[in-house]
């Protein structure tokens, strides 16, 4: 099993930032793959990005735009999702994920294992 906590969510302006954080803990080696994800109000859960465990490849969702950054510190095993220029649709609550594979996290959406999200609230 693979324990996922996010935190760093919270209340902001459009055209603020937030980082927020996903500790992983227990059997973290089975993943190589974490990523977040997104689920607005009335909304369909979203992929948002993930990276693999080396570091040095990412995956982005095309509307991301080069305004968030993910990255990860495999020594404190922790993913970060830092998100500029938000705007009051980035609303949502996000979830980390973790999975074996690129194809589970940001194509089918199934990733093994999730967090228990953290709200992010951008208010215009």
């Known amino acids: 099993q693979v324990q996922l906590v996010e935190s760093g969510g919270g209340l902001v302006q459009a055209g603020g930032s937030l980082r927020l954080s996903c500790a992983a803990s227990g059997r973290t080696f089975v993943s190589d793959v974490m990523g977040w994800f997104r689920q607005a109000p009335g909304k369909e859960r979203e992929f948002v990005a993930a990276?693999?465990?080396?570091?040095?490849?990412?995956y982005y969702a095309a509307w991301v735009k080069g305004r968030f950054t993910i990255s990860r510190d495999n020594a404190k095993n922790t993913v970060y999702l830092q998100m500029n220029s938000l705007k009051p649709e980035d609303t949502a609550v996000y979830y980390c994920?973790?999975?074996?594979?690129?194809?589970?996290?940001?194509?089918?959406?199934?990733?093994?294992?999730w967090g228990q999200g953290t709200q992010v609230t951008v208010s215009s």
């Open positions: 994920a973790a999975a074996r594979t690129y194809t589970q996290v940001a194509i089918d959406l199934r990733p093994d294992y």
């Open positions: 990276i693999r465990r080396s570091g040095s490849t990412t």
